[in-house]
């Protein structure tokens, strides 16, 4: 159902609320928060939620994508979660685009993370100890340049974080992990070996997301993840682009998502970089009447690279 003139003009002034207000519950001199994560204590999730919350941020940890959405939308739960959406080499993770198109929560923040893979090994364990590494599978295949060196059993897991978990309680002496720094000092294991990954630039980008009713105001945002789609006729994904393109925004991504129900018909997730809240509600005017549904996910500052 395409969205009326009022509806764009009660997100504009939202926007403008969002982009002119302090950040609650930011970074400086904020309560804990309880931020729900995917996978366990240690895993690369909780390395973003400290780097944007802080050192004290208290992770919840979650089984699935799916739980992390659920208990992020759940105030009595947990303040929000931390999800990844995208990896510089693997590419989008569509399923999380999904779980966020039918939530009720809202961007407030991203980071870009550099994944550093690390061997972790119980204290005084030497690397001709080391019989097994124990991984999730893609941690294996990013250390596969290194892995190649020894003769070692792969063994998969679920988790990074979890392998580094279970090498500390059973006190390994012949197993080795690859997990981040991170779990390194939470499970008192010494890295053995640092950054063994064969990319170097392997960078994940995560999402911060809170409930719509309480969303952090975020001081002069930069950037909007917008979902829009339109009546398909000839050449109408086109003006909506170059609407875009005309009103000065960078258009950093855009993914299409296939509408349910429909024949082979998609909408678009945008993400908009731009200098000012008035470039960025002077585009959204523009475009509504060229779309048939439009939706802002969140208005946000862009997020530094770790």
């Known amino acids: 159902m395409k969205e009326s003139s009022k509806q764009v003009e009660s997100l504009k002034s939202e926007v403008s609320a969002l982009m002119t207000s302090p950040l609650e519950g930011g970074r400086k001199g904020a309560l804990t928060k309880r931020i729900s994560i995917q ?25 699935t994508f799916r739980d992390v959405v659920r208990v992020a939308a759940n105030k009595k739960e947990s303040d929000g979660g931390v999800m990844a959406i995208e990896n510089s080499i693997a590419g989008s993770i569509l399923a999380n685009y999904n779980l966020l198109q039918k939530s009720n929560l809202q961007i407030v923040g991203e980071i870009y993370l550099q994944i550093r893979q690390n061997l972790l090994v119980n204290p005084g364990v030497k690397l001709g100890d080391i019989r097994e ?26 988790d990074t974080a979890l392998s580094a978990k279970h090498i500390h309680q059973h006190k390994s002496k012949h197993i080795a ?19 063994i990954h064969t990319l170097k630039n392997n960078y994940t980008r995560f999402l911060v997301l809170q409930r719509e009713e309480t969303a952090a105001k975020v001081d002069n945002a930069d950037k909007a993840s917008v979902n829009f789609h339109t009546d398909h006729s000839k050449g109408s994904l086109a ?15 855009l993914q299409s998502f296939p509408i349910p129900g429909s024949d082979f018909k998609y909408s678009f997730h945008v993400d908009m970089e731009f200098d000012s809240a008035e470039q960025f509600n002077k585009v959204m005017e523009t475009i509504e009447p060229l779309t048939a549904g439009i939706k802002i996910y969140g208005v946000y500052k862009r997020g530094l690279w770790k």
């Open 177 to 195: 992990a690859i997990a981040s720094k991170l779990a390194a000092e939470l499970y008192d294991l010494d890295i053995i070996a640092p950054n």
């Open 239 to 253: 003006k909506v682009l170059m609407t875009i393109a005309d009103g000065g925004i960078n258009l950093s991504k």
């Open 39 to 63: 996978g366990y204590e240690g895993s690369f999730h909780q390395v973003a939620a400290q780097l944007f919350y802080g050192k004290e941020t208290q992770v919840i940890a979650c089984d």
């Open 133 to 158: 590494v124990h991984s999730h599978t893609m941690a294996l295949q990013q250390c596969y340049g290194f892995l190649d060196k020894y003769k070692w059993k792969l063994v998969e897991t679920d």
